[in-house]
C-alpha cells in the first residue's frame, strides 16, 4: 500500500527554526528511499513542507517512521496520512466497443 503523508508547519515555527535540523531530516528520509520505505518525496508548492510517499502495509507503519523524523521528535510538525491503492481495473467499468488496445499514448 502506498499511504501519501504531508506536513505543515505548527503555530510559530518558520523555515528558521527547522533550517539547523534539516541536514539530519533530510538523511533520515534518504535512508528510507534507499531502503524502499519512501518511494516519492517533493517540496509543497503552496506552502513550505513536504509530500512523502511511502511504501508500506498500513498508515500506522507510516506514522512510526514520521514520528521518528528528527522535525516531528522536536515537535515542529504535524502530518496528514492518505491511504492508496491501485484502482479497480478501469476497463471494467468500461463498454466493449470502447478502445483500449494499443498504443496506449495517442497524444503523438
Same mark, same amino acid.
Given at each position: 500500500m502506498k499511504v501519501i503523508t504531508f506536513d505543515r508547519f505548527k503555530p510559530g515555527v518558520t523555515m528558521e527554526t527547522i533550517t539547523p535540523f534539516l541536514p539530519e531530516e533530510v538523511a533520515n528520509v534518504w535512508r528510507l528511499w534507499k531502503a524502499g520505505i519512501v518511494r516519492e518525496n517533493y517540496a509543497r508548492a503552496d506552502e513550505p513542507g513536504v509530500v512523502i510517499v511511502f511504501e508500506v502495509d498500513s498508515v500506522e507503519e507510516a506514522k512510526r517512521y514520521v514520528d521518528d523524523f528528527p522535525l516531528s521528535k522536536k515537535g515542529f510538525l504535524e502530518w496528514s496520512?492518505? @491511504?492508496?491503492? /491501485?484502482?479497480? @481495473?478501469?476497463? /471494467?467499468?468500461?463498454?466493449?466497443?470502447v478502445d483500449v488496445s494499443e498504443p496506449y499514448d495517442r497524444t503523438r
Open positions: 496520512y492518505i @491511504p492508496v491503492i /491501485a484502482p479497480l @481495473p478501469l476497463e /471494467a467499468l468500461m463498454d466493449a466497443s
